[in-house]
């Protein structure tokens, strides 16, 4: 079942973008309706990556986002956020796999790397020619990430990577993989670029996910994988200097459960008009228009409050908290979006071939990923009260008493 109707575009707010935004949206909404839409269900089901998709998803030049030069397309961050919410509308899988490639691995090469790393990789990274992959989380280390253990080594010409990454994004077929990891000499993080078959680099996918099924996320052992000091971020140096990739990716994040959402509800307004019950169409009883004009303004606020985030921070006055605020708001409201319009499709709201109970289950990695809904409205909650409530008193009234 394809989507060509945007019913979800009640207050007009295409109204709000440039010509150019405009006509990269129809772009970006053709492609996915023409050669996502007609074989997502099956390999969401087989927890398959469609790879010969890659091509196409290459063709739009979105891959790089705002980054500019080096062959990257220097969207604006409203163009780059509208392109993610057309991804997601159809497939949120891949709209994942364009984020960690994109607005995280590619970014973190453009923020935090040298002359020479931007110009060996981001050219091919931005045709979808090579892969990539954002290696932060571990095991034991996933809302806590700056205590993440993985080490790296200074030794003659390079360093000794060693360690567990868990959960990362395309990591079982990326390029190249970013990764972080702990400075054994300054005990700072530090981030590094490491290639596919590297030596002693093993990815392996994690399954049974009831989520994007499509992603492939995986587990990373390195065993003492070297890397050259050519291939060390430069610009990585503490665990903050990952915050500078993460407020711009999680203004994308906040727009995959608006793209969602958008599909989700204009898959309902077209489904309650065409089946029928005692008589008469599903969207003639009172209860399941309130459920459809409840997800409608759900999604007309996202978007307004999505649409905000970008222009902060195209002038340059975005938080943290802004962008952590934006992901959690976002991710809370689509979550009841997409409950309700699962509701309105009864039955066939948990088959994946009609798009609702797919998006239902894709939204549940979202609202985990980029940062929790907690952690990030923690971080919110921190930026307006001034007090940081991330380590629990009890832990700290212990150690003192000890
Ligand atoms: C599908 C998927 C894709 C991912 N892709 C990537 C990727 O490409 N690269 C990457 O590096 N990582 C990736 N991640 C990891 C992701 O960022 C983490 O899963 C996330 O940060 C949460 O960490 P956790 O799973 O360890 O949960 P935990 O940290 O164990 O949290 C469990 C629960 O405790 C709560 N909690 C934890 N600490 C606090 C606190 N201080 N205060 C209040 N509540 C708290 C959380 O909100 C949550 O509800 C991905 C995860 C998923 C599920």
Partial sequence: MTLNFTASDYYQIDDLLTTEEKALRMKVRECMEKDVAPI???????????????????????????????????????????????????????????????????????????????????????????????ALTEPDYGSDASGLKTTATKVEGGWILDGHKRWIGNSTFADVLVVFARNTTTNQINGYIVKKNAPGLTATKIENKIGLRMVQNGDIVLRKVFVTDEDRLPGVNSFQDTSKVLAVSRVMVAWQPIGISMGVYDMCHRYLKERKQFGAPLAAFQINQEKLVRMLGNVQAMVLMGWRLCKLYENGKMTAGHASLGKSWITLKARETVALGRELLGGNGILSDFLV????????????????????????????????SFKPVVASRQRSRM
């Fill in 357 to 388: 109970a797919k998006a239902f289950c894709d939204l549940e990695p979202i609202y985990t990923f980029e940062g929790t809904y907690d952690i990030n409205s923690l971080v919110t909650g921190r930026e307006v009260t001034g007090i940081a």
């Fill in 40 to 134: 997502m269900a099956e390999y969401w089901e087989k927890a398959e990556f469609p790879f010969h998709v890659i091509p196409n998803l290459g063709a739009l030049s979105i891959a790089g986002g705002t980054i500019k030069g080096y062959g990257c397309p220097g969207l604006s961050i409203t163009a780059s956020a509208i392109a993610t919410a057309e991804l997601s509308r159809v497939d949120a899988s891949c709209s994942t796999f364009m984020l960690v490639h994109s607005s995280l691995a590619m970014l973190t090469i453009a923020l935090c790397g040298s002359e020479a790393q931007k110009q060996k990789y981001l050219s091919s990274l931005a045709k979808l020619k090579a892969v990539a992959c954002w």
